[in-house]
């Protein structure tokens, strides 16, 4: 994630000026909201599955998973709202000085749902070491993204909005890969790539 938002900022500045990273730099941390409170709400699990996992309480580890989904919905809900009312809280937040294109906020907005669906596995699989699959997917995000945000940058009249879609592609993998590895790792199959 760090070598994806460093490199986002490189080429938004490259390729649509330092304002556009200004905005660009805004928009994330608007959403960022999100991603801190459902941190906050969802970090006890991190200790509580390892705990669950090494006690071989699936049933448990289910419900808790069950939960958190609620958690990320509830925090998609919210992260719809945040777009609805983004015009208003930013001329609170930083006034006319900086104009945040709609496009960048949608991004965002969508790249902060990927990541918000995704962190309930991530805390699951953190908390039971069973990371090679995010290891996999990180590499291969990061190999995928400069080619990708380039040619999104070159080739369509995204704007800035088109770096962020990169970000989106090479993190969609993990809404489908994640869920899979989760029911893996409870039955388990996690071999392979899964474990």
Request: hydrophobic share 55%.
């Amino acid at each position: 994630l760090i070598v994806i938002y460093q490199f986002s900022n490189l080429i938004i500045s490259n390729f649509y000026g330092a304002e556009m990273v200004t905005a660009y730099n805004i928009a994330q941390k608007y959403f960022w909201i999100v991603i801190v409170l459902l941190n906050i709400l969802m970090g006890p699990f991190w200790s509580a599955f390892t705990e669950a996992y090494f006690k071989n309480d699936y049933n448990w580890i289910k419900s808790a998973m069950t939960k958190l989904r609620w958690v990320s919905f509830c925090g998609v809900g919210l992260i719809v709202l945040m777009v609805l009312v983004s015009g208003s809280f930013y001329k609170i937040w930083i006034g006319d000085q900086v104009t945040v294109p709609l496009s960048i906020t949608v991004a965002q907005a969508i790249l902060t749902i990927v990541n918000t669906l995704t962190m309930p596995y991530m805390f699951l699989m953190n908390g039971t070491g069973k990371i090679f699959l995010q290891t996999l997917i990180s590499v291969f995000g990061i190999l995928l993204f400069l080619p990708l945000a380039f040619f999104f940058a070159k080739a369509t009249n995204w704007g800035p909005g088109g770096i962020i879609a990169a970000s989106v592609i090479c993190n969609l993998p993990m809404l489908v890969l994640y869920p899979v590895h989760f029911y893996k790792t409870l039955t388990g199959k996690n071999t392979g790539i899964w474990r």
